[in-house]
């Protein structure tokens, strides 16, 4: 990333690290209400949504069916991929708000690692197997990015960045390869 991205996301940390830890006594108190720590959870979840992205954040993921829509395209680069984020962002942010913060020595940091490690990922699905994933990304049904994914039925492939971007250019043979496992 570069340099002046990497502020913005070092900021951004500090700040959602500072939202959750003068609101957590709230949100874990008798008084927040569900309806409240939905609104919590939402705004939160939301500055992470803006944090800056970056080709990094990709776990190398695409789903099979995304590669056969690039394989069959006349025009690969016109086959529209959606960004998933692995770990939905409202259970992120539940989960900042039930973290023990006083054992963490430096809670901006402690955001910005698990956003890199976690919560920033992502992989490459058709926008139709997107809108099927949020069901099983909901706070209340959430287990596993895994999970998720299986219970949509959406079954993923590992590629390369440089794969990718061949694939999109228009060497879409080595999209049918991938799907054939006769490359990785």
């Known amino acids: 990333m570069p340099n002046d991205s990497n ?23 008798d008084q927040c209400t569900q309806n409240q720590k939905q609104l919590l959870e939402t705004m939160v979840g939301a500055a992470i949504w803006y944090f800056p992205q970056s080709d990094e954040l990709w776990t190398g993921g695409i789903s099979v069916e995304a590669l056969k829509a690039l394989a069959e395209s006349s025009q690969p680069k016109k086959v ?17 708000f039930l973290l023990n913060w006083s054992v963490i020595e430096d809670p901006a940091k402690e955001v ?51 794969l990718l971007r061949a694939i999109q250019s228009g060497e879409t043979e080595l999209a049918a390869l991938v799907l054939s496992g006769d490359i990785d």
């Open 7 to 29: 502020l913005r996301l070092k900021e951004r940390a500090d700040v959602v690290a500072r939202t959750v830890l003068s609101q957590q006594s709230f949100y874990q108190s």
């Open 80 to 96: 529209k991929l959606t960004k998933d984020h692995r770990y939905p962002r409202k259970v992120a942010a539940a989960e900042l």
């Open 112 to 162: 910005l690692n698990r956003y890199l490690s976690c919560y920033g990922q992502y992989n490459f699905v058709l926008p139709e197997e997107n809108k099927r994933l949020v069901k099983y990304q909901k706070t209340k049904s959430f287990i596993s990015p895994e999970q998720a994914y299986e219970q949509a039925g959406i079954q993923l492939k590992q590629l390369s960045r440089p």
